[in-house]
């Protein structure tokens, strides 16, 4: 990892930045990155909680002179997204992240940077290690498997906290003040099929590959018309559906990432290897105009390679590439209430056919509980004509906007100070926040969402801001000093 990293100002965030991203910390493996902040917490003599599912507590005292404030709950959650360029040698179970500076940005090299919400967590470890920042009574909240089903936030009972106000450091636009977000949902279509054999004579396979898309997150860049890698694959598998057996198809990888990549291996007759790859080529070359703009590096690949033993049959095909075309994928509708706010969407994050089964997952998300279940009840329905069966799981509610919320009321002004007054952008997000999830336990806690500028969330494009960070950094700070007093 590059030194350069660490003498970024502010030196106190970008260093603990540092020492967060040398640990590994992939969603459902945080064993290592728990011990890391307990340890952190105790060697800095404060009282430190390990919870039942592994969230972890560190309490601070308020400094002089703050005593007389409202105790407060500062949270991040511990996890990241793992994603890597195919090309990419990189194991994220033993692996910290490789980070390199580039002009204004922090990025890693091939893979996912981990800024989310590891700047989160390290402005909290700043605070906490710090004999000179100014705050009130201190409550560090740092969850686990945020990216993955929220269980950490879903698993932290209540009682626990004793703070008032919580400052979510999750939100990724450092001009917004998130006061509300999306809820989700997986939905998961799994099927079987019996394998037929494939003749050894006149027949050719191919693998098919969509790359090079930016992918992204499944929640805040739903609306921006980013390529699925698995909706175009399905798109080329179904031009030439009556003359090819679908061998396998693999697509995409976590459900909150928009998929970057697919790969199909199919069958042909050799009488019409000429005429289905002209077809194909000829589709691939639409398909990359509609989305020259968007995806320049789009690319469709057709490589003859070795004939499979077994491929699909034809209505077991049949039935899932139609499922898979008139599947939703991408904005399903628009907030009716907030302004250019996606309410609700789905991703088709994940395609596997291999091996006589199927499964596809999806995440649907809405800020609005009956319409996350109208958009989820209409994919098992698709799924379910096909012949799947359809598993609804990881169900969590939204984060309902208080535009009366004290605390939001002191951080619009300190923001418009700061900022030579212009005024933030206070706003619903598409993504999933704990912040909903938390609120189940604690009704009574006055929630608000904010953070730096991070592009590319959940694809190896990640990359953090640095002058963005000094700029949040120095509204934290302030924040801090202004929160209001007890009643």
């Known amino acids: 990892m590059s030194q350069d990293i660490r003498s970024l100002e502010p030196k106190a965030l970008w260093n603990k930045f540092a020492d967060l991203n040398a640990v590994p910390r992939p969603s459902k493996k945080e064993e290592r990155v728990i011990k890391f902040m307990t340890n952190f917490g105790e060697g800095l003599g404060l009282e430190t909680i390990e919870d039942e599912v592994g969230n972890v507590i560190i309490r601070k005292p308020a400094t002089k002179g703050m005593e007389d404030r409202k105790a407060i709950v500062m949270q991040s959650h511990l996890d990241m997204v793992h994603q890597k360029n195919n090309d990419t ?33 390290a402005t909290i470890m700043a605070i906490l290690e710090s004999d000179s920042i100014a705050h009130p009574d201190l409550e560090a909240l740092f969850t686990i498997d945020e990216e993955t089903g929220m269980t950490g936030a879903q698993g932290l009972k209540g009682g626990l906290l004793k703070g008032e106000i919580l400052l979510n450091l999750d939100t990724e636009e450092d001009d917004e003040i998130g006061v509300g977000c999306a809820g989700g949902i997986d939905v998961t279509a799994t099927g079987s099929y019996n394998e037929q054999p494939v003749p050894k004579e006149g027949y050719k396979a191919y693998k098919i590959e969509v790359k090079g898309l930016q992918g992204g997150h499944s ?12 909706k175009i694959m399905n798109r080329l598998l179904y031009a030439v559906a009556e003359d090819i057996k679908v061998a396998e198809i693999d697509g995409g990888s976590l459900r909150n990432a928009i998929p970057r990549e697919s790969v199909a291996v199919v069958v042909l007759k050799s009488d019409k ?56 994928n991408g904005v399903y509708r628009m907030s009716a209430d907030i302004k250019d706010l996606v309410e609700t969407s789905n991703n088709i994050a994940r395609v596997i056919v291999k091996e006589g089964h199927i499964k596809v997952g999806c995440l649907t998300r809405s800020s609005v509980e009956s319409s ?48 030579n007054g212009e005024k933030p952008h206070v706003a619903a997000c598409h993504a999933g926040l704990e912040c909903g999830i938390l609120g189940q336990n604690y009704p009574d806690m006055d929630m608000i969402s904010f953070g730096p500028n991070i592009k590319g969330a959940h694809s190896p494009d990640e990359r953090a801001q640095i002058s963005s960070a000094q700029k949040y950094w120095e509204y934290v700070l302030e924040i801090l000093k202004n929160i209001p007093k007890k009643d």
Request: glycine share 8%; net charge negative; proline share 4%.
């Open 219 to 230: 929640g805040m860049q739903i609306h921006e018309g980013l390529g699925n890698a698995n």
């Open 372 to 419: 996350k279940m109208d958009l989820a009840n209409a994919l098992k329905a698709t799924f379910e004509l096909a012949g799947c069966e359809v598993e609804f799981s990881g169900s969590y509610p939204g984060w309902t906007p208080n535009m009366d919320s004290a605390i939001l009321k002191v951080m619009v002004p300190i923001y418009e100070q700061l900022n």
């Open 273 to 328: 290897e000429d005429i289905l790859l002209n077809v194909l080529k000829a589709l691939s070359e639409t398909i990359k105009k509609e989305y020259k703009t968007m995806e320049p590096d789009l690319q469709m690949v057709f490589t003859e390679t070795d004939l499979p033993k077994v491929v699909m049959p034809f209505e077991a095909q049949s039935q899932l590439l139609k499922a898979l075309y008139a599947a939703h």
């Open 89 to 121: 040698v990189f194991d994220f179970d033993t692996q910290g992240i490789d980070m390199y500076v580039d002009g204004d940005w922090v990025k890693a090299k091939g893979t996912t940077l981990g800024a989310d919400n590891g700047l989160g967590v």
